[in-house]
């Protein structure tokens, strides 16, 4: 019973598991895709749990201001890289020589600044969607959903081990 009682478990977080990507891709919050991806279902002793990266929970709240975390602007330099946000270059002034040659290019300065105004933003006020009171479409609304069906196919078998062991007894 408990081996089918953990497949029960395990195949309903793998629906849950599609849902939340799935609503990931719809709300438009996905980039890289490093966040669906890090999603899995591991299997325990007593059923099985669904992980996800660190910062999963932001896809709902969004980020607080504050503290953030080391090279941020690089982060979100990577972050308008993989939207494929059009930024407009920011040339160099200064003409490169055989003392002086440029690290980035116009269009990666370009990007870096935007980068850097939005780290700044972030860091002061927060992400636009925390700002706003956050959302419950991406996963909380999925949870209450997977546990209803969870319940729904293993009380069955509970209460046919119960009988079973009633019988043993008598």
């Known amino acids: 019973m408990q081996a089918e009682a953990q497949n029960i478990i395990i195949k309903k977080l793998q629906e849950l598991q599609q849902r939340i990507i799935a609503n990931i891709e719809s709300s438009g919050q996905s980039a890289s895709g490093r966040t669906a991806a890090s999603l899995r279902v591991e299997p325990n002793e007593?059923?099985?749990?669904l992980y996800g990266r660190r910062a999963f929970a932001t896809l709902e709240t969004g980020r607080k201001p504050g503290k953030t975390p080391y090279q941020f602007t690089r982060v979100?330099?990577?972050?308008?890289?993989?939207?494929?946000i059009r930024v407009s270059p920011i040339d160099y002034k200064r003409q490169a020589s055989a003392k002086w040659q440029p690290m980035y290019s116009p269009q990666e300065r370009g990007e870096l600044s935007l980068a850097g105004a939005i780290a700044h933003k972030i860091q002061t006020e927060g992400t636009a969607l925390?700002?706003?009171g956050g959302r419950s479409?991406?996963?909380s609304n999925e949870i209450p959903r997977t546990i209803a069906e969870i319940k729904q196919e293993i009380t069955p078998l509970l209460k046919a081990e119960i009988l079973q062991t009633i019988k043993i007894n008598n």
């Not at 979100?76 to 494929?84: F, L, M, N, R, S």
């Open 46 to 49: 007593t059923g099985a749990t």
């Open 76 to 84: 979100i330099w990577q972050w308008i890289v993989d939207k494929g």
């Open 130 to 132: 925390f700002r706003n």
């Open 137 to 139: 479409d991406v996963y």
